[in-house]
């Protein structure tokens, strides 16, 4: 059974960090890119990272660039998203995706909020 689940969202200040974390399973999780996309209501699905299944290529949306970084630890099965100096702009659900040429893994969100 496949399952996708992200943690570490909350509450932050304006200018803060939080990190963010997607447990994986059910698939072979260091054959699959991983990337974090987040939503806000009435709006499309936006990409936000991405990382290559063995880790060695990244790529971001230009909006975060240089504040957030994705990482994966494929011994544990986990992506994660540093987010550094953050803005009320990137109050959004975010979601973790394990993608290859065949299958398209969803987790349900996260809630990340940037007020003061």
């Known amino acids: 059974q496949v399952q996708v689940v992200e943690s570490g969202g909350g509450l932050v200040q304006p200018g803060g960090s939080l990190r963010l974390s997607c447990a994986a399973s059910?698939?072979?999780?260091?054959?699959?890119?991983m990337s974090w996309y987040r939503q806000a209501p009435g709006k499309e699905r936006e990409l936000v990272a991405v990382?290559?299944?063995?880790?060695?290529?990244?790529n971001y949306a230009d909006s975060v660039k240089g504040r957030f970084t994705i990482s994966r630890d494929n011994a544990k099965n986990t992506v994660y998203l540093q987010m550094n100096s953050m803005k009320s702009e990137d109050t959004d659900v975010y979601y973790c995706?394990?993608?290859?040429?065949?299958?398209?893994?969803w987790g349900q969100g996260t809630q990340v909020t940037v007020s003061s």
């Open positions: 995706n394990g993608r290859n040429l065949r299958y398209d893994y």
């Open positions: 059910g698939f072979t999780f260091s054959s699959y890119a």
């Open positions: 990382i290559s299944a063995a880790g060695g290529s990244t």
